[in-house]
């Protein structure tokens, strides 16, 4: 996209408060689109001064955008600053309401939708936020990479292919990636991440993404990356299943985040790692009952075969914090269909074991519009993932269950700052949500940069 600053008129949309309209035919409801063929201008209402808010933006010229997707309009110029939003906030919500609305996924259809938007033009008086413009445009191309990994399909991302995409998007901009295939994961003593995925004849990929361009000790995130997830044993029902391909979200928001730092050129140190398989039934699948054990030595008792996102993050956090010693680790997931009866698919839901590092994640959070909320840590919920015959069951029930679940993680950690961001309602809509549409939001690729930019 690129950005002008020179107040040009071509397709100029002004702004227009109910409070200030003077138009018929046209009531300035916040959304409301007229196009005024003669004056070559568009009217956006932006509804009553009272309502109005960053959000009320967004959505109006996201709706803009996609009312002008099937014209032939390539470029578009907006009217000057007339909100009560700084002039930054302003600008820079009008950019990500356009980019966003653009996006379309349309790489199974034979007809390609063609989006023209390629310029858009500012008052002058903006021209002083360019600069952010152009690394918000970056860190959107993360978003999109994210959105688009999580949107294609199991039988073209599998943990080879996802592995490759980590490579062939991220190591031109600085980032190394290392590919560990089965019997190096064996080596590094990946042992529960590896029952989760022996039950599938696609090869599991551990993916260390590399991003070292600071002097402080990193920051480090990791994103479950079950590519797909039938439930193993304890099977999905159909309609259960069929959007598993989405269940690799939390890897698509690491990926994307490592471009949109990797692209502005943070001066900070990331490593990202996925932990990437596909958790099927055959004859060589981990089963309800079998007794595993994890990379800390600690022996998991499989309840149900279905959580099994858990215990691939058992191991690909220990060996974040072994490793690289991070001084905060953020792991992002699907993780559980208990976060959505608690917070929909508009809060991620957030558990931690040190709350200067979630005031860090929240404000960096904030500074995205991308809402989390945290759910407490009570040491009471701990038991309900107590074994009988194991060191610790990998499900807690019913109750608290997205809380058990983060829990279980908090295991494998070593005491390492962390926070367990449970992405399972916000990473992938069921129906369009703010400027978003259906299916994948790359949820937290502009929180882990900004968080990343803060560090
Ligand atoms: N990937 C699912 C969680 C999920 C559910 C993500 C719905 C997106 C939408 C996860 O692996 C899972 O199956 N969790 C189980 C855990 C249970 C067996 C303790 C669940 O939430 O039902
Ligand atoms: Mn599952
Ligand atoms: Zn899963």
Known sequence: MNFNFNDQKENKINFIFEEDNKHNFFKAKSGEILPVEAEGEILLGLGKKEDFTKD???????????????????????????????????????????????????????????????????????SPYKADLEELSNVLEGQFLARDLVNLRSNDIYPETLAQAAHDNLSDLGVDVKIYGKDEILDMGLTAFYEVAKGSDKEPKFIVMEYLKGDNEPLALVGKGLTYDAGGYSIKTSAGMKTMNSDMGGSGTVIGAMKAIASNKLKVNVVAIVAACENLISGRAYKPGDIIKARNGMTIDVDNTDAEGRITLADAVNYAATEYKPSLLVDLATLTGAVLVALGETYTGAVTNDDAAFAKVKKASEDSDEKIWQLPNDPFFKTYNNSENGDVKNSGGRMAGSITAGQFIENFIEEVPWVHLDIAGTAYLSAPQGINETGATGVHVKTLYNLAKNY
């Open 56 to 126: 009320v933006l967004k959505e109006a010229v996201a709706k803009l955008i996609r009312f002008l997707a099937d014209k032939d309009i390539s470029t578009i110029s907006f009217s000057a600053n007339n909100t009560d939003l700084d002039d930054k906030d302003f600008c820079l919500a009008i950019v990500e309401a356009s980019i966003v609305a653009s996006y379309k996924f349309d790489h199974y259809k034979s007809e390609k939708a063609c989006q023209k938007l390629s310029e858009i033009n500012f008052d002058e008086s903006l």
